[in-house]
């Protein structure tokens, strides 16, 4: 099993459209969560951090179920601009170290 | 300035010959990481240091070398390149507990 999980998708979606991800984690000494976006051949950046009471950024919110180890992330009012790989991100799990999940592709059509 | 950078940001160099990714990072980060990544699929990780004196292989580390020359340097090193290491290579820094800051990539390619 995968430290961290995971769908690859897409997810195609229209614009306007409401989309969650989810990811789940094996360790449960993980610490610290994240969310990042790639573009396609681009570096990955920070999207947001998760914590455990939930945080909202605009129109992306994320949770931490610390109980289930998952963490999600969710999309209102999808852009087109919104189109990339989202990754999962988890730090202080297995050898105290960064692990990414494999990543979910979004693609929002018109 | 970017807090990671990496040098060179695109590379063709051939069968056999020997190259090196340097990567820097102003972060003052202790923990550094080297990342492969083929098209269409996620990170893979090479080798990471959590300090100067630490390195560690991570999943694809065969054919790959790295030094930790000072807390802000890491560099990846091909001692041998192959076609199958054409790929996208990013360095990574973080805290113990805390989010990743990537370079901008290197392309690489093995002709």
């Known amino acids: 099993r995968k430290e961290v999980e995971q769908d690859p998708g897409p997810f195609n979606v229209p614009e306007g459209a409401t989309v969650a991800f989810n990811c789940t984690y094996s360790?449960?000494?993980?610490?610290?969560f994240f969310w990042y976006r790639q573009d396609c051949r681009k570096e990955p950046k920070l999207l947001m951090s998760?914590?455990?009471s939930g945080n909202e950024d605009g129109r992306f919110t994320a949770q931490l179920n610390r109980a289930s180890q998952y963490i999600s992330l969710l999309i209102r009012d999808s852009k087109l601009s919104d189109s990339a790989t989202y990754l999962c991100?988890?730090?202080?799990?297995?050898?105290?170290?960064?692990?990414f999940g494999g990543g979910t592709r979004l693609m929002v059509k018109p | 300035d970017a807090d990671v950078t990496q040098t060179p940001r695109n590379r063709i160099t051939k069968t056999g010959k020997r190259i090196m990714l340097e990567c820097s990072q102003t972060?003052?980060?202790?923990?550094m990481y080297w990342y492969r990544q083929d098209p269409g699929l996620g990170l893979r990780l090479i080798y990471y240091s959590f300090d100067v004196k630490d390195i560690n292989k991570g999943e694809i580390s065969d054919g790959y070398s790295v030094s930790r020359q000072a807390q802000a340097k890491f560099s990846l090193s091909l001692e041998s390149a192959i076609p199958n290491q054409t790929a996208l290579y990013f360095c990574?820094?973080?805290?113990?507990?805390?989010?990743?800051?990537f370079g901008q990539g290197t392309r690489l390619t093995v002709v």
């Open positions: 360790n449960s000494a993980s610490q610290s």
């Open positions: 990574a820094t973080s805290g113990r507990n805390t989010e990743a800051f």
């Open positions: 998760v914590y455990s």
């Open positions: 972060k003052g980060h202790d923990r």
């Open positions: 991100v988890v730090n202080g799990g297995a050898g105290n170290m960064l692990t």
